[in-house]
């Protein structure tokens, strides 16, 4: 079965810095999404990635899927408070199903 | 507000006996998706249905999980006989098939179950 695995587990920025977390995957990935869960509640929809090679950015969020469809990255820039929470990638485990798996789960803390 | 509601947000209970959670998807919304996420774990599947058929169910989902979408609307999620390795925190996504080329899922802000 296809499993998807997260690092760093846990990071802690301080306000202002740059971060990355990688999300790296046994298997092709025919859908990466990327969510943040903030703790205790539901998941919130950031992006979504297809192609090998694609990039989408929504404000100060980059995510990167690699050419080969096996490892995402999300990058933010300037980071600031309420980019605090967890970051979870989730996959498609075959094509055109809907049925998603996750990895474990980033989380983030950013101080002033 | 037009998102996918669930409720209750916590529930606590005692062993043995029975729950029961309620999710409303998006109303435009054909397929919902049940989840479950322990402490430091990313969701796991559980069940999912298009309209009111049930089309998958994980090897997760015990015979004392039993899920319904009568309507093909609203789900409800019922637990029999809890057991404490049922706590966790159940949620609920929803999706519109066809609107899109992909698999954008909406989530609930979950159900919390502690089993005592």
């Known amino acids: 079965s296809q499993e998807l695995e997260q690092s760093p587990q846990s990071l802690i920025v301080q306000e202002g810095k740059n971060l990355t977390i990688n999300c790296t995957s046994s298997?092709?990935?025919?859908?990466l999404y990327w969510y943040k869960q903030k703790y205790g509640e539901g998941l919130i929809f950031l992006m979504m990635?297809?192609?090998?090679?694609e990039e989408k950015s929504h404000e100060k969020i980059t995510a990167k899927l690699d050419e080969k469809k096996q490892q995402s990255s999300l990058h933010i820039t300037a980071s600031q408070p309420s980019h605090a929470g967890i970051y979870l990638c989730?996959?498609?485990?075959?094509?055109?199903?809907?049925?998603?798996?996750f990895g474990t789960g980033s989380r983030l803390q950013v101080f002033p | 507000d037009t998102g996918v509601s669930q409720d209750p947000r916590h529930k606590i209970t005692k062993r043995g006996q029975n729950v029961t959670f309620r999710c409303d998807p998006i109303?435009?919304?054909?397929?919902l998706y049940w989840y479950r996420q322990t402490l430091g774990q990313g969701p796991e599947f559980l069940t999912y249905?298009?309209?009111?058929?049930?089309?998958?169910k994980s090897r997760l989902l015990s015979d004392r999980f039993s899920a319904e979408r009568p309507k093909g609307s609203f789900s409800t999620l019922e637990i029999q006989r809890t057991e404490q390795g049922d706590s966790a925190m159940y949620l609920c996504?929803?999706?519109?098939?066809?609107?899109?080329?992909?698999?954008?899922?909406?989530f609930g802000p979950g159900t919390r179950l502690t089993v005592l």
């Open positions: 996504a929803s999706r519109a098939r066809g609107l899109k080329s992909y698999n954008e899922q909406f």
């Open positions: 298997k092709t990935l025919y859908g």
């Open positions: 990635l297809q192609k090998g090679g």
């Open positions: 989730g996959a498609d485990p075959f094509y055109n199903t809907d049925k998603l798996i």
């Open positions: 109303s435009e919304h054909n397929r």
């Open positions: 249905f298009q309209n009111e058929a049930q089309l998958e």
